[in-house]
């Protein structure tokens, strides 16, 4: 993942292949498996997130205007009793599933969440969705564990 980012977004080479995106053929869906194979798949991906193999890009582009809301949409509070934010609910999910994965799969790792995450903005919600997580202390997740590009 992280050479992904280095090459695509720090240090972008251009060709006229890179402006073609294919569809994928099939998308596979949990429910379709049956439930054998989905334990499998769930082995497999903790042993992945244990690992350090995973990575998540998260979109985050858009303004909330459409909720009435001047900010990026992540910054949003749902209104559930915990007054929690998108980001900080994605954060809290992330950090139980690193933990799910430490203890599955026997890591000892210190470190807080074993996913690496890449935040896409756009030029206008840059700096604040950068100040949100700072002020929030990455929400756990741990400052070199997230990166920021848009």
Known sequence: ????YNHLVLNPAKSEKDDYIEPLAKVARARDFKKEKTMK??????DLISRGKVGIVLLC??????????????TY????????????????KL???????????????????????????NEKNHDEVISFFKQNRFFGL???????FS
């Open 1 to 4: 993942m992280d050479m992904m």
């Open 41 to 46: 798949l769930r082995k497999r991906g903790l």
């Open 61 to 74: 582009g858009g303004e909330g205007s459409n909720l009435n809301f001047d900010h990026p949409k992540g």
């Open 77 to 92: 509070n749902i209104g559930l009793h915990s007054q929690k934010s998108l980001f900080e609910i994605f954060a809290d």
């Open 95 to 121: 950090l139980r599933i690193s933990e799910l994965a430490k203890t599955t799969c026997g890591v000892t790792s210190r470190k807080p969440c074993l996913v690496r995450v890449y935040i896409m903005t």
């Open 142 to 148: 741990g400052i070199d564990t997230v990166s920021f």
